[in-house]
């Protein structure tokens, strides 16, 4: 049973457009929501990461919004780039012992020029 | 820099061999976990680590066993290779002692079995 669900699949976007990733979660006991950036050949490492004390967080043209109510997160990636292009995992944790991490099944973005 | 390092970048096994994976890191971490990253699967979660000598089991323990005889080495064996076990497995380690809890990644050991 899948804990995070990630969507889309896999989504072009034009340089310079917003890229957009959609996360859902069931466990109310999640409190930490970090975003994993994976580019070909390499490991995931992470990107930005939220908490559910607060509803947004920015770090540079990357924003993570969280809607707790909802059950939802998602990452904008405003003025998308080339270099964007990258397999990104959403994932949740309770910040307890080794903080095992549920990841989405991955986004495939491509920015085109 | 953390540093997490992967025996192999590729592997090339047969079915029924028993294959060895291995993990260091040089940044003292706790714990330690080993990944397998398949496609429209994501990451998921065999085994981890969170000291030395200490086990849990993950989302998908069956068919592996792991090894952590030292802090810095975790070691992910595959009593009897099977060709559904072809994928690329990932470790990472993270630390308690600060706020983050952010995993590290190794680069990853694609394994076929054929």
């Known amino acids: 049973q899948q804990q995070v669900k990630q969507s889309p699949q896999s989504l072009i976007v034009q340089k310079g457009g917003i890229s957009i990733i959609n996360c859902a979660y069931e466990?109310?006991?999640?409190?930490?929501f970090p975003w994993y950036q994976q580019f070909p050949g390499k490991g995931p490492a992470l990107l930005i990461a939220i908490r559910p004390d607060v509803s947004e967080k920015k770090e540079g043209r990357f924003t993570i919004s969280f809607n707790k109510s909802a059950k939802q997160f998602s990452l904008h990636i405003m003025d998308s780039q080339p270099g964007d292009s990258a397999t990104y995992f959403c994932a949740a944790s309770i910040e307890t012992g080794a903080n095992n991490l549920f990841f989405g099944t991955g986004t495939r973005l491509t920015v085109i020029p | 820099d953390v540093k997490v390092t992967q025996s192999s970048r590729y592997l090339v096994k047969r079915t029924g061999e028993k294959v060895f994976l291995e993990c260091v890191q040089d940044m003292d971490h706790e714990n330690m976990f080993w990944y397998r990253q398949d496609p429209g699967l994501g990451l998921r979660l065999i085994y981890f680590s969170y000291d030395v000598k200490m086990k849990e089991k993950g989302d998908i323990p069956e068919g592996y066993s792991v090894s952590r005889e030292k802090k810095e080495r975790f070691s992910l064996i595959l009593e009897s290779a099977s060709t559904n076990q072809t994928s690329m497995y990932l470790c990472?380690?993270?630390?308690?002692?600060?706020?983050?809890?952010?995993?590290?990644f190794g680069p990853g050991t694609r394994l076929t079995v054929t």
């Open positions: 466990n109310t006991a999640f409190d930490y």
């Open positions: 990472a380690s993270n630390t308690r002692k600060t706020f983050s809890y952010e995993q590290y």
